[in-house]
């Protein structure tokens, strides 16, 4: 069978797929780029479901490219939205610390942000209440360009740069198998075999699937953590205008519940995050057995669950619990109330764990054979998106 031949094939029309399509025909005019995606619309996924910040930087260990891609990232899209005309919205984010072991960790978060380059200013009890009168704390730490934004906007807006560069795009193309041979890769996909010399896949949760696929030991396992939002009542609009955010955990990869002003003007409360028993199915009970048994057979999950027991047991009791959720909100806003809380939606975070049961703490990407895959690339991918993009580039051009 006659297969038909692009210089490029990008597996995944998430914005990090979007962004690399977009950044590979900037940079290589006329080039015959293919862009697959599984699902019927872009960014059906971690993209999609996401609370729309626009990261600054604040966390990451310093010299990480989770650090250099967020802090050129924010610049970047910032840029992309003003030309595209995508909402986007400075809003500013707020560290409450609400004991004195919180306020230990503040200062030295304040500390890695002078590391990282991101401007960020300590703010005592007095002044944390004249910016933000419902919010309760000691101190916290405030970062001026920490933003919201529509990245299914963005995301939408790369796609037309693509096809305004003659890229092809394709929806419900689900692919099925990947042959790396020289000198250019098949990948099939709906029945069909199509190839090219350079294929890139950003599948996120199924990174390591689309690895092995290709015949790429991932020495991963995507292991997806759902968490689940609640929104707030159109009177509580307003309750806050910073994203208000509990000081983090250093041990332990996720942020914590906090109260995100929207772009569409609501409130978001969330996320948690316990382990999801399918990959890509966003109710509470979702379960996909084959993907529940590459979760639960996986020595990795088991040993990382060992590593932090104490969070893994609060974040069940969150999930289980309504009233848990509500009490890790009112710690910093005492104002909001059980019957605020309105479920939202869920998103599955694709975390990578290594066999040792230790977390990939930043983006892990490998090349082989003229194929890359983006193996991990946890928040702040989005917000990373297009300098992710350009290091792909120079690496595969």
Known sequence: ????????????AGIVGAALAAEILRRKPGSRLLLLDKEAVPAFHQTGRNS????SGVYYKPGSLKAQFCREGLEMTQAFCAARNVRYETRGKLLVATNHAEVSRLQALSERAVENGVLAETLDGAALR???PEVSGKAALRIPATAIVDY?????????????????IRFHAAVTAIERRAPASRVS???E?????????????????????????????IVPFRGEYFVLPAALNTVVHHLIYPVPDPSLPFLGVHLTPMIDGTITVGPN???????????????????????????????????????TFDEMKGWLSRKTYLAA?????????????TTYRSANRAQAVRPDGTLVDDFLIKTQDGITMILNAPSPAATGAMPIARAIAERIL
């Open 52 to 55: 729309g910040v626009v990261h």
């Open 193 to 221: 075999t199509v190839e090219a010399g350079c294929v890139i896949a950003c599948a996120g949760l199924a990174s390591d699937r689309i690895a092995r696929m290709a015949g790429i030991d991932p020495e991963i396992r």
């Open 189 to 191: 996909v709906n029945g």
């Open 152 to 168: 299914v906007g963005v995301t939408r807006a790369l796609l037309a740069d693509v096809e305004r560069a003659g890229g092809e």
């Open 329 to 341: 909100v009112r710690k910093y806003c005492p104002r909001i109330q059980l019957s605020d809380l």
């Open 1 to 12: 069978m006659s297969s038909r031949t692009y210089d490029f094939i990008v597996i995944g």
């Open 273 to 311: 995050a316990v382990l999801a028993l399918a990959r890509e199915k966003y109710n509470h009970f979702g379960f996909d057995a084959a993907d529940a048994m590459d979760a639960l057979s996986y020595p990795g999950l088991w040993r990382m669950i060992a590593r932090h027991p104490r969070a």
């Open 130 to 132: 004249r910016l933000e």
